[in-house]
């Protein structure tokens, strides 16, 4: 791994002629190595530590040689390694003080998970991943009539096939839970609805990238919907929290 200084009150340049550069030139820089990177993501990362640049009186950013290769080092963490972006921080960070950490290649976990706190997000659907509507029955303790109240709202589908998503277990305890609580199914109906426009904007940001003709960039949008599904995740918890609070 390349060891650059950190920008910030040190900086390094990040041109031939020692000037530094704005957040457009960084994303320009790094979009050949790194298509899907946006202005939102540099900005996310600054937030979370992971860039220190500095800032001009009128408050503009302003990125060293230095910031720039960090973003990359965290991008090809992000890629390569599926790293929680508090362990590359850390790692990081371990490098500029002389340190020589291992990069933990075991961990599996991946950024978004880091970015949702705690919020499971469902596995991509597979055929490994389906189930019979007899195994459902039983993991979720329900009756068929209840089953077929769901699917009626559109809650849970079955495939073509009859069979459904593993997904639908969590789903339907879920379901149940809140019906305890006197929710009743009809009532979740806009909770899908508003799920399925969740999903289609998620999935307009990244269709790009799917048909993109470099096959690492198709490959990475896994990554990146999963990291744009924990961000919605969150915005959707906070702003359920929010509306809570502010009823009188």
Same mark, same amino acid.
């Given at each position: 791994?390349l060891?650059?200084?950190?920008?910030?009150?040190?900086?390094?340049?990040?041109?031939?002629d020692g000037?530094?550069?704005?957040?457009?030139?960084?994303? &320009?820089?790094?979009r050949?190595?790194?298509?899907?990177?946006?202005? #939102?993501?540099?900005?996310?990362? !600054?937030?979370?530590?992971?860039?220190? @640049?500095?800032?001009? @009186?009128?408050g503009?950013?302003?990125? #060293?040689s230095?910031?720039?290769e960090?973003?990359?080092q965290?991008?090809r963490?992000?890629?390569?390694h599926y790293?929680?972006l508090?362990?590359?921080?850390?790692?990081?960070?371990a490098?500029?003080r002389?340190?020589?950490?291992?990069? @933990?290649?075991?961990?599996?976990?991946?950024?978004?998970?880091d970015?949702?706190?705690?919020?499971e997000?469902?596995?991509?659907p597979?055929?490994?991943?389906?189930?019979?509507?007899?195994?459902?029955?039983?993991?979720?303790?329900?009756?068929a009539?209840?089953?077929?109240?769901?699917?009626?709202?559109?809650?849970i589908?079955?495939?073509?096939?009859?069979?459904?998503?593993a997904e639908?277990?969590?789903?339907a305890?879920?379901?149940?839970?809140?019906?305890? #609580?006197?929710? !009743?199914?009809?009532?979740?109906?806009?909770?899908?609805?508003?799920? !399925?426009?969740?999903?289609g904007?998620?999935?307009?940001?990244?269709?790009p990238?799917r048909r993109?003709? &470099?096959?690492?960039?198709?490959?990475h949008?896994?990554?990146?919907?999963?990291?744009?599904?924990a961000?919605?995740?969150?915005?959707?918890?906070?702003?359920?929290? #929010?509306?809570?609070?502010?009823? @009188?």
């Amino acid at each position: 791994m390349l060891h650059t200084p950190r920008g910030g009150a040190g900086g390094g340049t990040a041109t031939a002629d020692g000037g530094l550069v704005s957040i457009g030139q960084v994303l &320009n820089l790094l979009r050949e190595e790194f298509p899907e990177v946006s202005i #939102s993501k540099i900005r996310f990362l !600054e937030s979370e530590g992971l860039v220190e @640049p500095q800032r001009t @009186p009128s408050g503009y950013r302003k990125f #060293s040689s230095g910031d720039v290769e960090r973003l990359a080092q965290v991008l090809r963490m992000q890629r390569d390694h599926y790293l929680p972006l508090k362990v590359i921080r850390e790692h990081l960070d371990a490098v500029e003080r002389g340190e020589q950490p291992v990069v @933990p290649l075991g961990q599996q976990r991946s950024a978004e998970s880091d970015l949702s706190e705690g919020f499971e997000l469902p596995r991509e659907p597979s055929t490994v991943g389906r189930i019979s509507r007899a195994t459902l029955l039983a993991a979720a303790g329900v009756e068929a009539e209840q089953l077929d109240e769901w699917e009626s709202y559109g809650l849970i589908t079955p495939s073509a096939e009859g069979d459904y998503e593993a997904e639908s277990v969590q789903i339907a305890q879920l379901v149940v839970e809140l019906g305890s #609580s006197g929710i !009743e199914p009809r009532h979740l109906r806009a909770m899908k609805a508003s799920a !399925e426009r969740e999903a289609g904007l998620v999935d307009q940001v990244v269709a790009p990238l799917r048909r993109h003709r &470099n096959p690492q960039t198709r490959t990475h949008a896994e990554a990146r919907t999963k990291e744009l599904a924990a961000l919605t995740i969150k915005l959707h918890a906070a702003l359920v929290q #929010s509306a809570l609070r502010v009823r @009188p």
